[in-house]
T-cell receptor, first 116, second 111 residues
């Protein structure tokens, strides 16, 4: 596709349920990031992937959060036993390469997660 | 730890004005700095990217400058239009490949 695609665009779930969010990066982009944006707040880094290297998981807020990526394609972010404080927009972004001075980041439209 | 601050947090101007948005960062060892625009309920759209070796970048009515040694960047918008209303975010990329975002400036351009 032409841009970064995220699904679903909206997700409402009950507290305690697991959710899985999907990101399709731009074809050929080796670097992929996940960010979280709570209402009225800035972007909070969660995790990034670069090719087949081990991901940087330093931003994941708890062990209920995990993410996978197969090669340089689709990534999924899983939140287990969701809590109300997990409610936020989850944004995915990709770029041509991670270690570069001139590779801009391209964002998807995000998944708005509401935990009731 | 890199910290990025954007001032002002919100700005309202009449149509046609030229305006400047400010971004400051604490760690000057950056790869690049990127300015984004975010419309309500949408993702971020990349506007300009300035590499660490560059001083400025221009695209249409937008001009972004970078003073790495002082840890500052500005986004200049000429002849503002109501369609420019959005939140503008700056982000810096450090040697650890971490991208750190500022809190954004919410811009309203009134007709």
């Amino acid at each position: 596709g032409a841009g970064v695609s995220q699904s679903p665009s909206n997700k409402v779930t009950e507290k305690g349920k697991d959710v899985e969010l999907r990101c399709d990066p731009i074809s050929g982009h080796t670097a992929l990031y996940w960010y979280r944006q709570r209402l009225g707040q800035g972007l909070e880094f969660l995790i990034y992937f670069q090719g087949n290297s081990a991901p940087d998981k330093s931003g994941l807020p708890s062990d209920r959060f995990s993410a996978e990526r197969t090669g340089e394609s689709v990534s999924t972010l899983t939140i287990q036993r969701t809590q109300q404080e997990d409610s936020a927009v989850y944004l995915c972004a990709s770029s041509l390469t991670l270690s570069s001075y001139n590779s801009p980041l391209h964002f998807g439209n995000g998944t708005r997660l509401t935990v009731t | 730890k890199q910290e990025v601050t954007q001032i002002p947090a919100a700005l309202s101007v009449p149509e046609g004005e030229n305006l400047v948005l400010n971004c400051s960062f604490t760690d000057s060892a950056i790869y690049n700095l990127q300015w984004f625009r975010q419309d309500p309920g949408k993702g971020l759209t990349s506007l300009l990217l300035i590499q660490s070796s560059q001083r400025e970048q221009t695209s249409g009515r937008l001009n972004a400058s970078l003073d790495k040694s002082s840890g500052r960047s500005t986004l200049y918008i000429a002849a503002s239009q109501p369609g420019d209303s959005a939140t503008y975010l700056c982000a810096v990329k450090n040697a650890g490949n971490m991208l750190t975002f500022g809190g954004g400036t919410r811009l309203m351009v009134k007709p």
